[in-house]
């Protein structure tokens, strides 16, 4: 079976993406970066859009902020969807605003009643955009609240919001390191029918107890041996390799995008 291995789309290596059309499965890309940016954006996105599949990993959706939802940035975003012709729209089971853009990912508190909150957001964000809304797992340092774990959180906002999963399989290594717990024990519990697709990336070790989610270095063994096992419980589903800091040249990318497929082939 053919590994799919997806690569974020980045403006450091967009032109030779566009001259070169290299050997990725699928791109994601943030919608936030592209809407409202002219016709040369448009024009680009659309050739990229006739080679290749397209999903969208958002940034600012704040999913579980204490503001508002912003039902007219929702309705933005469902446009671009819609003029790309892009089903997947994903983003962070976090929030970053309050009262302003806070400009970090932050934890919602665990517990019963964040959960109920974020499920009533998440329904009516799907009710806009018309498809299904797709949640990341994120790293985090000091949890809000822990009335209930971090996976019973999880598990209740998907169960509660009939929403998917995406499963950022670096965050519940980065996570089960600083927070002292079993990451297998965490992909076991996740429900394999809620998950879509993964993420991948690297990370890096400020101290033996202190990881810090940059996307910025090359995907570490652990994590690499934590897909597998993530393959193994749940079948196989797309992966999309993150960097984000320190972006080497596409060339270096892509064979670290083979590197991800090698790997999954072992699974």
Not at 52 to 58: D, E, K, L
Not at 131 to 144: D, G, H, I, K
Not at 198 to 209: K, L, Y
Request: net charge negative; hydrophobic share 40%.
């Amino acid at each position: 079976m053919r590994r799919i291995v997806g690569l974020g789309l980045r403006r450091e290596f967009l032109q030779d993406v566009l001259q070169q059309t290299p050997a990725v499965d699928f791109w994601e890309l943030a919608p936030e970066n592209w809407l409202d940016r002219g016709y040369e954006a448009t024009y680009q996105l659309d050739r990229i859009r006739e080679q290749y599949p397209i999903s969208c990993h958002g940034l600012s959706l704040s999913i579980g902020s204490p503001d508002p939802l912003d039902e007219k940035f929702v309705l933005r975003v469902k446009e671009f969807l819609d003029r790309f012709k892009i089903e997947r729209y994903s983003e962070h089971l976090s929030y970053c605003s309050a009262q302003g853009h806070l400009y970090d990912l932050l934890p919602i508190p665990f517990s019963e009643d964040a959960a109920d909150y974020v499920a009533g957001r998440v329904r009516r964000v799907q009710e806009l955009i018309e498809r299904p809304l797709v949640l990341e797992n994120v790293s985090y340092y000091t949890p809000a609240a822990t009335d209930i774990s971090e996976l019973e959180f999880i598990n209740r906002v998907l169960d509660k919001s009939d929403c998917e999963l995406l499963l950022d399989v670096n965050n519940v290594f980065v996570n089960s390191v600083n927070h002292n717990y079993d990451p297998h024990e965490f992909i076991r519990g996740l429900p394999t029918e809620r998950i879509t697709y993964g993420h991948i990336a690297g990370h890096f070790e400020e101290a033996p107890d202190l990881l810090i989610d940059t996307h910025g270095a090359d995907i570490r063994q652990e994590v690499f041996d934590l897909m597998n096992y993530a393959y193994q419980q749940h079948g196989e589903f797309p992966m999309l390799l993150e960097r984000d800091f320190n972006v080497p040249p596409l060339a270096t990318l892509l064979q670290e995008v083979n590197a991800v497929k090698a790997v999954a082939a072992k699974a």
